[in-house]
């Protein structure tokens, strides 16, 4: 994410729109602190924050362990 300080957005705010069009999340900032995010207009799903994760998967162990044997249960004999 992109750091712009409220001066430089202010001046360049069109060219900031069309950078968030593309897909870019800018951060507005006031004296080096975020104050503000500018962000596109559409969710995003989960498949899109954990694209690279699963694109990588080959270097990561995604078995499921096996389950454990069921343990007995005592009987209520009455």
Known sequence: MRSVPIV???AHFSALLAEVEGGA????????????RIV????????????????????VDLTAPEDP???PVASWDA
Do not use: N, Q
């Open 8 to 10: 430089e957005a202010k």
């Open 25 to 36: 999340e800018i951060a507005v900032t006031r004296h080096g602190r975020i104050v503000a």
């Open 40 to 59: 596109p207009d559409h969710p995003r799903s989960a498949a899109d924050l954990f694209r690279d994760f699963w694109l990588s998967a080959d270097s």
């Open 69 to 71: 044997p069921a343990e």
